[in-house]
């Protein structure tokens, strides 16, 4: 059975917390003019903090869609667990099947070896004995011939049931490893962005969380001045 298909988690993104109130209204406040930001300085502010929170939902989106599919993959390999159980007790069925052809073959080169003793000996021997010997060797071959026809129907019945169980697993094993790959590619690349996204989020926040701003510079911004 393949091992076990490593899945990486990634990092999840930091929630982003950024809202207008996060900019202090220098209104309210008496500050030297050099501490209030300059309007270009709040426009850059407010429109990195709304492209903070749309990279924010489409990171969760994606964090969300990894970790469906890592459960999916959970449920994928308890299937493939279960059809690995069916494989190996068809092995074990197909071993014993070899064994009791092997012991047949056995048992009908003891039965021609016999058989050719007593057609050797048939000229010189005569009386009720001979017939009792002769019917027993009949006997023994035609039960050698039934068991013979009953393992060829079962191995009949068993190879094609072996070969698409055989084949159907191995499909499926195949498809479960691409999308295990496609899954990691994709984690590591939320990884990346999630990294990205955190690194940006904490430069917002040293620029400009917590910077007062002139409450009219955010109306004009709003309205599109």
Not at 46 to 52: E, G, H
Not at 107 to 117: G, H, L, P, T, V
Not at 201 to 217: A, I, S, T, V
């Amino acid at each position: 059975m393949p091992g076990m298909i490593r899945i990486e988690t990634g990092v999840r993104p930091t929630m982003l917390s950024p809202q207008r109130r996060s900019l202090v209204n220098a209104r309210t406040l008496t500050l030297p003019p050099a501490l209030v930001q300059a309007r270009e300085q709040l426009r850059t502010c407010l429109d990195q903090q709304k492209t903070l929170g749309a990279r924010k939902t489409t990171l969760q989106a994606e964090r969300d869609k990894l970790d469906g599919e890592r459960d999916q993959f959970e449920r994928d390999e308890a299937a493939l667990a279960a059809d690995r159980e069916a494989i190996d007790k068809l092995k074990a069925s197909a071993e014993d099947l070899n064994r009791r052809s092997q012991a047949l073959t056995q048992q009908i080169a003891d039965y021609n070896e016999r058989a050719s003793k007593f057609q050797a000996q048939g000229a010189s021997l005569s009386g009720p004995a001979v017939e009792r010997q002769q019917q027993a060797l009949e006997r023994d071959k035609a039960a050698l011939d039934k068991r013979s026809k009953e393992l060829d129907a079962e191995r009949s019945s068993f190879q094609p049931k072996a070969e698409q169980l055989g084949k159907t697993y191995n499909e499926r094993v195949d498809q479960r490893n691409r999308s295990a790959d496609d899954w990691n590619a994709r984690s590591a690349q939320f990884k990346r962005a999630s990294q990205a996204f955190d690194a940006d989020l904490q430069d917002w926040r040293g620029d400009c969380e917590g910077r007062p701003y002139r409450e009219d510079d955010e109306k004009a911004i709003l309205s599109g001045r």
